[in-house]
């Protein structure tokens, strides 16, 4: 997705931002509106969003009044407000402004002209975020067809969407070669120590640590850091996120002192570059209060988790879907303690948030729905536990398919609440899936797979059947060693 634009070029502001609109209109309104965009980017850049809408659609207003509905200008207004809509989670508002700026734009351009391409790359962004997966394949397809096999930034970008497309749906070995070939398409173009190429590394890093290939994702990470540090500035909010992923990786493995110091580089930065205030800055609060719970440090987390929920609250409002992510954020570590009515209560505002913002059946509801059955499930409220479980499966496979790894972690989950019951039949056949499916998506030797292996093997142990355990847990046992001397 594109950041909000200027009708206006030269200032250090808009240097920051996407291409601006250089032709001049005359007329104290468009004067007015271009003075009101500016507003609008400063809003965007401090990340209060909720108060920067109702500016844009103000923008938008008067310059469709004093330009026609067709006039040329008037997409980009379109794309700001949709972009907007957009960080809001209102996808249905944003798709149909992008619609209507990319009409206007094929009206002046013709269907094919290259210039289409980065707003068609927002349309897809849109149709990414509603899970319809088809019409995002579909728009990029049709980048690719204008782009006709020509290596400029525009195709690298579509086939690095393309692959974030494939990764989302753990199809992994598709995904890897697209990426490779983006970056290709960027070290050609740019040379090896452009920005570009770092954010490539990145990405590519992004796709080996979700496929548990810790030991090739690391010098990828590096090498990313350094050429973004060096092409960016030390301080550069691009370098904060590669110092995140980075330390993620780590806490991943866990290397937690060395996680440690690079979110709070991390922080630091991002508290620098956008205020203490901003969303971005939530994020990294929220990351390092993560790591305080893994290491049971829970007074520093819950200091932490409040904070970035504090933040997410005044920026976007209580009944945002942001805020409620750091709701069930906070609702986890009270789990974790223990405090299994505070967690609840967070647990229950977070998914009514969620399902107020986007509908019952979105992706997102499921993880949301399997925390609060997971809570209900530690408490041995199975009854509760049961319909919250199956119906994050049934989201999981309706959005990804039934092979997806996700609906593999969401069959487990249920299998082991069958396990405890004592359901043992209704059980093995949920960890067998479970075991299947990341054994396909994952390959045989992925540290995920150790913990389904050691949960058939303990439903065995349970029935008696010491036999069928023993090489499950000797496999389990396999896994996490040779996981563990990767990350040596």
Same mark, same amino acid.
């Given at each position: 997705?594109?950041?909000?634009?200027?009708?206006? /070029?030269?200032?250090?502001?808009?240097?920051?931002?996407?291409?601006?609109?250089?032709?001049?209109?005359?007329?104290?309104?468009?004067?007015? #509106?271009?003075?009101?965009?500016?507003?609008?980017? %400063?809003? *965007?850049?401090?990340?209060?969003?909720?108060?920067?809408?109702?500016?844009?659609?103000? /923008?938008?207003?008067?310059?469709?009044?004093?330009l026609g509905p067709d006039h040329p200008d008037l997409a980009s207004s379109l794309e700001n407000l949709a972009s907007l809509y957009s960080t809001e989670r209102r996808y249905s508002d944003a798709e149909q402004l992008y619609k209507r700026s990319l009409v206007i734009r094929e009206r002046n351009v013709g269907p094919d002209h290259s210039s289409l391409e980065l707003s068609l790359n927002d349309?897809?962004?849109?149709?990414?975020?509603?899970?319809?997966?088809?019409?995002?394949?579909? /728009?990029?397809?049709?980048?690719?067809?204008? #782009?006709?096999?020509?290596?400029?930034?525009?195709?690298?970008?579509?086939?690095?969407?393309?692959? =974030?497309?494939?990764?989302?749906?753990?199809?992994?070995?598709?995904? %890897?070669?697209?990426?490779?070939?983006?970056?290709? $398409?960027? %070290?050609?173009?740019?040379?090896?120590?452009?920005?570009?190429?770092?954010?490539?590394?990145?990405?590519?890093? !992004?796709?080996?640590? *979700? !496929?548990?290939?810790?030991?090739?994702?690391?010098?990828?990470?590096?090498?990313?850091?350094?050429?973004? !540090?060096?092409?960016? +500035?030390?301080?550069?909010?691009?370098?904060?996120?590669?110092?995140?992923?980075? &330390?993620?990786?780590?806490?991943?493995? +866990?290397?937690?002192?060395?996680?440690?110091?690079?979110?709070?580089?991390?922080?630091?930065?991002?508290?620098?570059?956008?205020?203490?205030?901003?969303?971005?800055?939530?994020?990294?609060?929220?990351?390092?209060?993560?790591?305080?719970?893994?290491?049971?440090?829970? #007074?520093?987390?819950?200091?932490?988790?409040?904070?970035?929920?504090?933040?997410? =609250?005044?920026?976007? +409002?209580?009944?945002?879907?942001?805020?409620?992510?750091?709701?069930?954020?906070?609702?986890?570590?009270?789990?974790?303690?223990?405090?299994?009515?505070?967690?609840?209560?967070?647990?229950?505002?977070?998914? &009514?948030?969620?399902?107020?913002?986007?509908?019952?059946?979105? $992706?997102?509801?499921?993880?949301?729905?399997?925390?609060?059955?997971?809570? *209900?499930?530690?408490?041995?409220? *199975?009854?509760?536990?049961?319909?919250?479980?199956?119906?994050?499966?049934?989201?999981?496979?309706?959005?990804?398919?039934?092979?997806?790894?996700? /609906? &593999?972690?969401?069959?487990?989950?249920?299998?082991?609440?069958?396990?405890?019951?004592?359901?043992?039949?209704?059980?093995?056949?949920?960890?067998?899936?479970?075991?299947?499916?990341?054994?396909?998506?994952?390959?045989?030797?992925?540290?995920?797979?150790? #913990?389904?292996?050691?949960?058939? +093997?303990?439903?065995?142990?349970?029935?008696?059947?010491?036999?069928?355990?023993?090489?499950?847990?000797?496999?389990?046992?396999?896994?996490?060693?040779?996981?563990?001397?990767?990350?040596?």
């Amino acid at each position: 997705m594109r950041k909000i634009r200027s009708r206006s /070029v030269g200032t250090a502001l808009c240097a920051l931002l996407l291409l601006a609109n250089s032709r001049a209109a005359p007329g104290q309104d468009l004067e007015e #509106a271009g003075a009101l965009n500016t507003k609008v980017i %400063e809003l *965007y850049n401090s990340g209060q969003y909720t108060e920067a809408i109702p500016l844009a659609q103000r /923008v938008l207003a008067i310059r469709e009044k004093a330009l026609g509905p067709d006039h040329p200008d008037l997409a980009s207004s379109l794309e700001n407000l949709a972009s907007l809509y957009s960080t809001e989670r209102r996808y249905s508002d944003a798709e149909q402004l992008y619609k209507r700026s990319l009409v206007i734009r094929e009206r002046n351009v013709g269907p094919d002209h290259s210039s289409l391409e980065l707003s068609l790359n927002d349309l897809a962004f849109i149709y990414y975020n509603q899970n319809r997966y088809s019409k995002v394949k579909a /728009v990029q397809k049709r980048i690719l067809s204008i #782009a006709d096999g020509s290596d400029d930034p525009v195709v690298a970008n579509t086939l690095n969407n393309l692959a =974030e497309l494939y990764r989302s749906q753990g199809r992994f070995t598709d995904a %890897e070669p697209l990426y490779m070939r983006s970056l290709a $398409i960027r %070290e050609k173009m740019f040379g090896p120590d452009h920005y570009q190429i770092g954010m490539s590394l990145n990405t590519l890093a !992004e796709l080996y640590r *979700y !496929e548990g290939r810790y030991a090739d994702a690391e010098p990828l990470y590096r090498r990313s850091l350094a050429i973004l !540090e060096k092409a960016l +500035g030390a301080e550069h909010h691009n370098v904060a996120t590669s110092l995140n992923n980075l &330390a993620e990786l780590y806490r991943l493995q +866990g290397r937690y002192v060395d996680a440690e110091p690079l979110y709070t580089r991390s922080l630091a930065i991002l508290e620098k570059e956008v205020g203490s205030d901003h969303p971005a800055v939530a994020d990294s609060l929220n990351n390092i209060a993560g790591l305080y719970q893994d290491l049971g440090r829970y #007074a520093d987390a819950e200091s932490l988790y409040k904070r970035s929920l504090a933040i997410a =609250e005044q920026s976007l +409002g209580p009944d945002h879907p942001y805020t409620a992510t750091h709701l069930n954020n906070l609702a986890t570590l009270y789990r974790a303690q223990g405090r299994y009515a505070d967690a609840e209560l967070l647990y229950r505002r977070s998914l &009514a948030i969620w399902e107020k913002a986007l509908g019952p059946e979105h $992706i997102d509801i499921s993880s949301f729905l399997n925390n609060l059955a997971t809570l *209900y499930h530690t408490q041995g409220r *199975y009854l509760d536990a049961e319909p919250l479980y199956q119906r994050s499966v049934a989201i999981l496979e309706k959005a990804l398919g039934p092979e997806h790894p996700d /609906v &593999a972690n969401s069959l487990n989950n249920l299998a082991a609440m069958y396990h405890h019951q004592g359901r043992y039949s209704d059980a093995e056949p949920l960890y067998k899936r479970s075991i299947t499916i990341l054994e396909t998506a994952l390959g045989p030797d992925h540290p995920e797979l150790a #913990a389904n292996l050691n949960n058939l +093997g303990a439903l065995y142990q349970a029935q008696g059947r010491d036999i069928d355990a023993e090489p499950l847990y000797a496999r389990s046992l396999m896994i996490q060693k040779k996981a563990a001397q990767s990350n040596q």
